[in-house]
Nanobody, 113 residues
């Protein structure tokens, strides 16, 4: 079966950086666009960005220029590099392949002084 495992979250001060990872198994990773989502306390889950098979990526407006999504197909892994983090980036972050409704447990990111 498909497994999605996110990691790399933590507590960071405003202006800091984190690099999240997501390993996917059980599907042909290289054929699938990969997405990052996040869910803040009391809010709906929202799309953060997508990286396509050829490496092209698109982002939610509020994270453009701060977040970068990349992928390593040889390791079936997608990354979310987050720089200049803000308190409003606090959320549980999830990755999801476009090829199916597969979700992991997410990884908590907390931005606080």
């Amino acid at each position: 079966q498909v497994q999605v495992v996110e990691s790399g979250g933590g507590l960071v001060e405003p202006g800091g950086s984190l690099n999240l990872s997501c390993v996917v198994s059980g599907l042909t990773f290289s054929n699938s666009a990969m997405n990052w989502y996040r869910q803040a306390p009391g809010k709906e889950r929202e799309w953060v960005g997508t990286v396509y098979r050829i490496g092209t990526s698109f982002y939610k407006e509020s994270v453009k220029g701060r977040f970068t999504i990349s992928r390593d197909d040889s390791k079936q892994t997608v990354f979310l590099q987050m720089n200049n983090l803000k308190p409003e980036d606090t959320a549980v972050y999830y990755c999801k392949p476009s090829s199916g409704d597969y979700w992991g447990q997410g990884t908590q990111v907390t931005v606080s002084a």
